[in-house]
């Protein structure tokens, strides 16, 4: 009876355990929601503001151009009107000075017939003669209607129809934006950001990928182009920064809304390389090596052996300088102080000519030499653990993919034990080279 009492009594507590996890699973089921709820009324609220602004600076600009074109017409009235009467009102004076004439010539007739006896043929001679001299058979001529300006306004109503037809489609309302962020990878000292259309009728052709450290600071650009991945650097561990993409169309020069923001962090501690050696400058915070001085030598190892399987290692060339055989990137198991390169055992590497070499052997394979902007990426991963059964005498493989502008290079690397973490290593031969480690 004491048995099935406790059994009864543990699968109580089992049940009561399921349903506290089933209540808060549904809880945080009513967080989704409630977010979901808020993101649609928040932006709903925002695009509301947006068209209202947009359609109202829309206004006062059409305003503004139809009030500048109604001045300019009314100026052309004034300046025809003007023109076309300075004619006329030259020939006015003429006829208004005619008929002055002819007034005092008719003055001049009337006296000269009711003139006193005797005086009469002196004054008629004298009438004559003025009368001759005025020509009073020359009439000035006054243009016909037909050919002096008839001002009219040439108005196409047409203007009206195709305003209409435009503004009727202007703008578009969308439920979601075209690109939104697919996946965000956290590195060493940084955040690998994809993203994606989600528009299947949206032809991207560039991308815009903003980020900010807290809620309250400025989104910054980090990358434009038409890539649809970049790997944000400079990141602070454990810190949270919130990132957002949009796109440009093609043929628009107008950017595309903004993806839902997407916070990510980063757990994994920066790649640096170790300070104080002879012979390099490093930048702030220590993933930037510059090569300063020919007269001392050595491999510039990492601080620390923070480069694991599973990742991927970069060296991106900032500038370069002279080349030379002996020039290496790459990983090791550990630091050995005093070699000229990391072309020995326990390393693998690539030179700036682009041979590869592991445990200082030269691979037959090469890559590409390396150029100013050149990043070349290690990835790898464990093939085997334990002892081995092959005749190399290793007990421990790992699958090496060195990667350099669209070439790669594939082989295993066999060590004598197993290795967690692996530094990673630079040498140049001679100053002006810069490598970025991330």
Known sequence: ????????????????????????????????????????????????????QHFNDLKGTLQKLLDERLVSLLQEVDTIELESIKPLDECQKLIEHGVSTADELLREGETAIHSIPGEENKKLCSFTKKALHIQLDSLPEVPSLVDVPCLSAQLDDSLLTIVKCNIFNHGTVASRPPVQIEELFEKPGGILVKWCKVDEDFVPQDYRLQYRKSAAGHF???????????????IDPHVDYQFRVCARGEGRQEWSPWSVIQIGRS?????????????????????????????????????????????????????????????SMGVCVEQQNGCESLQRDKAVCVSTNGAVFVNGKEMTNQLPAVTSGTAVTFDMEAVNLGPSNNNEGGNFKLRVTISSNNREVVFDWVLDQCCGSLYFGCSFSYPGWKVLVF
């Open 220 to 234: 910054e650009d980090v990358y434009v182009g038409r890539e649809t991945e970049f790997t944000v650097l400079h």
């Open 267 to 327: 757990t994994l501690v920066p790649h640096e390389w170790s300070p104080g050696f002879e012979g390099y400058s490093l930048s702030s915070r220590r993933n930037i090596a510059l090569r300063n001085d020919s007269e001392v030598g050595g491999v510039l190892y990492s601080k620390a052996p923070t480069y694991y399987c599973g990742q991927t290692l970069t060296f991106r060339i900032e500038t370069v300088g002279q080349p030379d055989k002996k020039d």
């Open 1 to 52: 009876m004491e048995l099935e009492t406790e059994a009864l009594l543990q699968e109580a507590r089992e049940s009561i355990e399921a349903a506290r996890t089933y209540r808060r699973e549904l809880q945080q089921r009513l967080k989704g929601l409630q977010l979901a709820r808020q993101q649609i009324k928040d932006s709903a609220a925002l695009t509301r503001d947006v068209l209202e």
